[in-house]
């Protein structure tokens, strides 16, 4: 993993792509970057259709109720899985398998939506 600087500490806000780095926010707030890394060729077909699902699946989270984001973060953090209620949203929406919803749901013992399916 790349070394970066405290970049709230020095008062910046950032995400994205900043000069030659990309940089995120991981789960737990820290920041990370790495070297910024181009494409070499235009995306193909199924990388545009692909990524047009993704998108959406993101809005669908965003336009869910508030309880429902909140339960599906909250069934994340009682069953320990490595990951958080919007990847487990957007997962679910991507992959039709509900059958993983279901899952968590008996462990965690909360009720989770069925998110649209893309």
């Known amino acids: 993993m790349a070394w970066t600087p405290p970049w709230n500490l020095l008062g910046i806000e950032v995400s994205g792509d900043l000069v030659d780095l990309t940089i995120y926010t991981d789960r737990f707030f820290k920041k990370i970057a790495y070297p910024k890394s181009p494409p070499k060729e235009p995306p193909s077909a199924e990388q545009i259709a692909l990524r047009s699902r993704f998108r959406t699946a993101v809005i669908n989270w965003k336009a869910a109720p508030e309880a429902v984001r909140q ?27 509900t059958s993983r919803l279901r899952t968590l749901e008996r462990q965690s013992g909360i009720i989770l939506a069925d998110p649209p399916l893309v």
């Open 71 to 97: 339960a599906y973060e909250a069934a994340s953090i009682a069953t320990s899985i490595p990951c958080t209620g919007h990847n487990v949203w957007v997962s679910t929406s991507l992959s039709h398998q």
